[in-house]
């Protein structure tokens, strides 16, 4: 069976600083990896997604993530931080049925 | 233009009713999917329906029955409502089944049983 763990329930990073949101996973088969954000009360959106390719995958709002297959990791990253960015964000593996299996979820929290 | 709405936003009710929630999207996909997320922010699928055909059932209880009129409609109802169905119920959708087509979600729907 599929995993995903996100290993940090809270992130706090000072405006302009870099930032990170780890995940790692665990699938049989080819990973599809994705991260989606989720603003409070609303929905998820998507941010990008690593299906094949370069292992680094650029998104929206200038997120970016690094698949890295030997550590069974797929990092979300910023170069830097934005009060508007904190957020809870969520890592997704996908498996061979389609189904989608999420992190548990990280706060991401900016502060100015 | 919502690409994938919910309603009702808010649903509060007592334990024992019945209730439904409507989900459509605009976005001309194939797929789509109920999603629960509980009150600890935890996200868990349910069901999910491809092209009206049910591809995805997961381990929920029968109360929960989907129904996919059309491609573009996934609705869902909840027969005798307990107090742990609490929870927020988030439909989405997707261009196909494909693993690569990543999912679009409604601004779900904040259930309370009381």
């Known amino acids: 069976a599929q995993s995903v763990a996100q290993p940090e329930d809270q992130v706090n990073v000072a405006e302009g600083n870099p930032l990170t949101v780890k995940c790692t996973y665990s699938?049989?088969?080819?990973?599809?990896l994705f991260w989606y954000v989720q603003y409070p009360n609303r929905g998820l959106q998507f941010l990008l997604k690593y299906i094949t390719g370069d292992n680094l995958v650029k998104g929206s709002y200038g997120f970016e993530a690094e698949f890295n297959k030997s550590q069974t990791s797929f990092h979300l990253k910023k170069p830097s931080a934005l009060v508007s960015d904190s957020a809870l964000y969520f890592c997704?593996?996908?498996?061979?049925?389609?189904?989608?299996?999420f992190g548990d979820g990280t706060t991401l929290t900016v502060k100015p | 233009d919502t690409a994938v709405s919910q309603t009702p936003k808010y649903l509060v009710t007592q334990m024992g009713n019945d209730k439904s929630i409507k989900c459509e999207q605009n976005l001309g996909h194939d797929t789509m999917y109920w999603y629960k997320q509980d009150s600890k922010k935890f996200l868990k699928i349910m069901f999910s329906y491809n092209n009206k055909e049910l591809i995805i059932n997961e381990t929920v209880p029968n109360r929960f029955s989907p129904k996919s009129p059309d491609k573009a409609h996934l609705n869902l109802h909840i027969n005798s409502l307990e107090l742990g169905d609490s929870a927020v119920y988030f439909c989405?959708?997707?261009?196909?089944?494909?693993?690569?087509?990543?999912?679009?979600f409604g601004p779900g729907t904040r259930l309370t049983v009381t």
């Open positions: 699938v049989s088969g080819n990973p599809y």
């Open positions: 989405a959708s997707s261009q196909g089944r494909a693993l690569a087509y990543e999912q679009y």
């Open positions: 997704a593996v996908r498996d061979d049925a389609g189904k989608s299996t």
